[in-house]
């Protein structure tokens, strides 16, 4: 079969050597560099010269063994992201050691910065943190507010690499960082191995505008690479487009990296789209064949149906029935993963009820 023509065709977004600068040295605004203006010129020169000469990767190193092109050069940054996978996957692998789960709060909000306040969603999973830890599982918190209120704590987004041809989408992800572009500081490569250590994942998120709050779709938008990623990317020799193509031709196996972790979804909502929300969710992490832990680990939930904002906190501290189904979708990821670490089958959660309202 011939291999399909790469399609080209879009407007250049490459800038001229005035627009850079004044992009790069935005970032300097602050009176304080004043001073500095010299030091930042020479600076923003070598940033020019990397952006020109499109170094997305400056340190390499040749693969190396175990690769399908071992002379091909790598990222070091790529290789220290793939090596620290391979840990997590071996920690996940030991069965001396202990049930590990992973909490993602998915709540933009932080009393750190604007609005100055806590998020609803971060005392639900204080809920089930304390669930997890009083039957000594570890417990990874995963905070994805730290990209509004941490320097430094950036998810970029997906460029969609897949939709050439799977093995041009690499596991880890290696379109970051792209120091050319100051596509830096990417915190997907920590984030990777948090997701291969854990047994059990929980997600617990509330609605912005009917859909994931905008940190938590980035994470879900860049964990495509682990759902037939290609964990070799010297056989496309980095983003090879026409060699990505034939590659999928040939017949790709679509490895699945997260494959058997056990999942639990819980969404709320003042409004709308908490429904919505959680059968996204559900059908995500299934479509990475992810494995439900059940039926009462999968929640949606308003607090404080269009009541005022202001008071929602109060909303959450009266709903202790949603406090408590909180903690048994938690018991409920627990079971199943203690089930399967186990070898047993069993229905996670079939013997915990849910709250009713009194």
Same mark, same amino acid.
């Given at each position: 079969?011939?291999?399909? /023509?790469?399609? #080209?065709?879009?407007?250049?977004? &490459? +800038?001229?050597?005035?627009? @850079? *600068?004044?992009?790069?040295? %935005?970032?300097?605004?602050?009176?304080?560099?004043?001073?500095?203006?010299?030091?930042?010129?020479?600076?923003?020169?070598?940033?020019?010269?990397?952006?020109?000469?499109?170094?997305?990767?400056?340190?390499?190193?040749?693969?190396?063994?175990?690769?399908?092109?071992?002379?091909?050069?790598?990222?070091?940054?790529?290789?220290?992201?793939?090596?620290?996978?391979?840990?997590?996957?071996?920690?996940?692998?030991?069965?001396?050691?202990?049930?590990?789960?992973?909490?993602?709060?998915?709540?933009?909000?932080?009393?750190?910065?604007?609005?100055? /306040?806590?998020? #609803?969603?971060?005392?639900?999973? &204080? +809920?089930?943190?304390?669930? @997890? *830890?009083?039957?000594?599982? %570890?417990?990874?918190?995963?905070?994805?507010?730290?990209?509004?209120?941490?320097?430094?704590?950036?998810?970029?987004?997906?460029?969609?690499?897949?939709?050439?041809?799977?093995?041009?989408?690499?596991?880890?992800?290696?379109?970051?960082?792209?120091?050319?572009?100051?596509?830096?500081?990417?915190?997907?490569?920590?984030?990777?191995?948090?997701?291969?250590?854990?047994?059990?994942?929980?997600?617990?998120?509330?609605?912005?505008?009917?859909?994931?709050?905008?940190?938590?779709?980035?994470?879900?938008?860049?964990?495509?690479?682990?759902?037939?990623?290609?964990?070799?990317?010297?056989?496309?020799?980095?983003?090879?487009?026409?060699?990505?193509?034939?590659?999928?031709?040939?017949?790709?196996?679509?490895?699945?990296?997260?494959?058997?972790?056990?999942?639990?979804?819980?969404?709320?909502?003042?409004?709308?789209?908490?429904?919505?929300?959680?059968?996204?969710?559900?059908?995500?992490?299934?479509?990475?064949?992810?494995?439900?832990?059940?039926?009462?680990?999968?929640?949606?939930?308003?607090?404080?149906?269009?009541?005022?904002?202001?008071?929602?906190?109060?909303?959450?501290?009266?709903?202790?029935?949603?406090?408590?189904?909180?903690?048994?979708?938690?018991?409920?990821?627990?079971?199943?993963?203690?089930?399967?670490?186990?070898?047993?089958?069993?229905?996670?959660?079939?013997?915990?009820?849910?709250?009713?309202?009194?």
């Amino acid at each position: 079969m011939p291999i399909p /023509e790469v399609r #080209k065709g879009m407007p250049s977004p &490459e +800038l001229s050597r005035e627009q @850079f *600068e004044q992009r790069f040295k %935005a970032r300097f605004l602050d009176p304080a560099f004043g001073s500095l203006s010299r030091e930042i010129q020479a600076i923003t020169n070598v940033a020019w010269d990397a952006y020109s000469d499109s170094r997305k990767a400056p340190r390499i190193r040749k693969a190396g063994p175990g690769f399908s092109d071992p002379d091909y050069d790598l990222s070091v940054e790529w290789l220290a992201a793939r090596d620290a996978i391979a840990a997590a996957q071996r920690h996940h692998d030991d069965p001396a050691g202990p049930s590990r789960v992973l909490l993602i709060n998915g709540s933009a909000r932080s009393e750190h910065t604007c609005p100055g /306040e806590m998020s #609803k969603t971060w005392r639900l999973i &204080e +809920l089930a943190q304390h669930v @997890f *830890e009083a039957d000594d599982f %570890a417990v990874d918190v995963l905070n994805l507010s730290r990209t509004t209120s941490e320097f430094g704590k950036t998810i970029h987004p997906c460029k969609s690499c897949v939709a050439t041809a799977m093995p041009l989408c690499h596991w880890p992800c290696s379109c970051y960082p792209n120091h050319a572009l100051g596509q830096t500081f990417d915190w997907m490569n920590e984030i990777y191995p948090l997701w291969v250590a854990a047994h059990g994942i929980m997600i617990v998120t509330p609605v912005n505008w009917y859909q994931a709050p905008t940190s938590l779709k980035a994470m879900m938008d860049r964990l495509v690479c682990a759902d037939g990623g290609n964990p070799d990317p010297t056989t496309t020799h980095g983003k090879n487009a026409e060699e990505a193509k034939a590659l999928e031709l040939s017949g790709w196996t679509f490895p699945r990296h997260l494959a058997g972790r056990l999942f639990a979804a819980v969404v709320h909502a003042d409004s709308a789209g908490a429904e919505n929300l959680r059968r996204i969710l559900v059908d995500w992490a299934s479509d990475m064949h992810l494995t439900p832990a059940g039926k009462t680990a999968e929640l949606d939930r308003y607090v404080g149906y269009y009541e005022p904002y202001a008071t929602s906190h109060d909303a959450l501290d009266r709903d202790q029935a949603f406090q408590e189904e909180v903690r048994i979708a938690a018991r409920t990821l627990m079971e199943a993963v203690t089930a399967k670490r186990e070898g047993r089958l069993v229905t996670a959660g079939a013997d915990l009820n849910e709250p009713r309202p009194k």
